[in-house]
């Protein structure tokens, strides 16, 4: 069966579209990659995205037209991605879509609304996806984690344990995203033995400060030039290290409420008030993301289960400076990237809703309650099939 | 097959739950009514949609919660209906829900975002539901008629041909909510033959007013008690039904965007410039309402359709001046409570979502393209099943 996955993440750089072929049932499911490909978003767009997740006013008109004009982005993607790889639509059995992340809030806590209530918001109509690639549409995953008292993140763990779990070796999946996470499958596990959760930032404070420094001329920190050419303040990183995120037990995850627009005012703040060079606070960002990963090693990890593995994933892989402090940071373990296991860096998480996917479409439950803190197992995804039962295929 | 349908209208009073039994397929589609039950909404949650609905300013997170809170609000009403009318939940196949509406913009026009996109946004999440019920749930239905060319709008025309359809009446099937609009079925119609749209206000521009002249005491007014001491401005009138909506051909929606709070404000200035007393523009605006939908005859109706019965729902059947102007300004048409059909006027549009989820449910298409605009047929409706295929019943 082949099972188109799209991610689209909080860096709101563009769509990832995966195409998987897949087939079985858990735990002996088999999924391999047969395409990748990525379509940036037009700049105003992701500045209207990136506006609105980080808080900004906005109406619900607005919100709904973006809604809108993200299920017409998504759908031209796949498209483009199909008409790339020569596979004709009709081919492709489901489509399944993060969305685009708008709000994601966890963990009860009270809001300025005066409710106390967790919630979470991707939105990218997946009507649209389906009217226009005529192809069953499943989209807007976290809601039924959260709903069962879940947090509604991470989901992908529970592609992880389906592709990596081994009999003798214990691994850890991490994917380096705007935020990072991470999966521990000890060797031999079941899936109540895996544990999962964000880190702390990925690219986020790294991607945001690059953009500041260079005045919006790059989005990132191109293989770490800048950062390279600046050094590590100690006292900074020190206080960055004492974020009370990082001692908070998991399972618990991050997003701009913690690293976001607010966390990069306070950095550069900072960067004034001591006269701090733009690049030397941009490395010591990238050591911070390094150094916050190997601690959640050092606190939850390793006491817990042994890692000879460590599977890279994300844009953050393509950051050497992170890699290569991480390396130093973890020693014994073998870093090894995603792609060996035919899931390119890039792909990863667009493969892993099409795996989700195709357990929604089975009726199978798709949550990892030991990740996610949910109650008990579900279905998650909304299924959108406009042709229903009158599709001809 | 018992299905729930659960409606919240423009005017944000509350949750409609209906109870519907169905059987067969279109066109031999048999369903009845067996309960139904309204629960208000806390005044602060109802303040909230409609401060947002209005156009407010608001963030993504705040429209998340509210999405969230609302499928709670939802679930409650569910679980106090069926405890209410001794059914257990086990019992219910399917529910339906159209959610709160926050923004609808069907046709296609310049945003202030710059784009031109039409769209709609429905919210109350139906995972909630379905997880606390543990019930089906299929939800969000006017985006995938959208998608395909549609104006997401009207929906329950689809539901009224299947119930209403004679052989030899001619009928026109009213709904006089916030918004009011019908559709008609000339005898022996067929589904195409079938149209529908709205007229204009129901009871936005009415209950507005009393809410304002009442200092918020009251959110409608009772009986047109007030109206009824009032007298009706004529030239006021005259202006009113200049309204260009009105001579705006069918299929056509109207909605906060036309007769919300910036009408009612011109209104109110109308009014204090004229010195007008507020029983008068209240008045004046409860005749509005019966003389656009008769309006609506004379220009849309009547030339192409023989109409012998006018079958009333929704709260504007509860205000004795807007169906006395009505049963006046239609002459030789018989109007028919939407309860001798065995459907309480509160209960229509709830039911209506019952039947529409009942048709997804099977797969089949649910919306009519004549009503609207859209290119072609589609399922429409996101369904969430939580439990899956290992559900236990």
């Known amino acids: 069966m082949r099972v188109l996955g799209i991610m ?198 790294v991607d945001a400060l690059a953009e500041r420094i260079t005045r919006g001329r790059t989005t990132y920190d191109r293989d770490a030039r800048m950062a390279l050419k600046g050094r590590t303040i100690p006292e900074l990183l020190a206080r960055m290290m004492r974020e009370k995120y990082l001692r908070k037990k998991p399972p618990k995850t991050a997003g701009r409420e913690q690293f976001g627009q607010a966390y990069v005012q306070g950095l550069l703040a900072w960067g004034k008030k001591h006269h701090a060079q733009p690049v030397d606070l941009l490395r010591t960002a990238a050591v911070f993301t390094s150094f916050s990963i190997a601690d959640a090693f050092r606190r939850f990890i390793l006491p817990r289960a042994t890692v000879n593995e460590l599977i890279v994933a994300g844009g953050g892989t393509r950051n050497p400076l992170i890699m290569a402090q991480l390396a130093a940071a973890l020693p014994g373990i073998e870093i090894i990237p995603s792609s060996r296991f035919g899931v390119p860096e890039g792909a990863k998480e667009a493969f892993a809703f099409a795996v989700l996917a195709y357990e929604a479409y089975h009726g199978r439950t798709n949550n990892l309650p030991s990740a996610t803190g949910a109650r008990h197992a579900v279905v998650m995804g909304k299924s959108v099939d406009p042709l229903g039962a009158g599709k001809k295929k």
Chains 1, 2 share one sequence.
């Open 8 to 205: 689209s993440g909080t860096s709101a750089d563009g769509v990832d579209v995966a195409l998987a072929r897949i087939s079985g049932a858990p735990p002996g499911i088999a999924a391999t990659l047969e395409g990748h490909h990525h379509v940036p978003f037009p700049r105003r767009l992701r500045d209207a995205i990136l506006r609105l997740a980080n808080g900004g006013a906005t109406t619900a008109a607005e919100l709904s037209e973006l809604d809108f004009r993200l299920g017409k982005e998504f759908s031209e993607a796949v498209i483009a991605a199909c008409r790339r790889w020569r596979v004709p639509l009709r081919k492709i059995s489901v489509i399944g879509c993060h969305g685009q992340t708008m709000h994601h809030q966890g963990a009860n806590q009270w809001s300025r609304v005066g409710w106390r209530m967790a919630s979470t918001l991707q939105i990218g109509e997946p009507s649209i996806i389906a009217e226009r690639t005529g192809i069953p549409t499943i989209a807007d995953f976290r809601p039924a984690d959260m709903a069962a008292g879940g947090q509604g993140a991470p989901l992908v763990p529970f592609v992880d344990y389906l592709l990596y779990h081994h009999e003798r070796l214990g691994r850890v999946a991490l994917n380096i995203g705007g935020i990072a996470n991470l999966t521990v499958i000890p060797a031999g596990a079941k899936p109540k033995d895996v544990f999962a959760f964000d880190t702390g930032p990925g690219n986020m404070i």
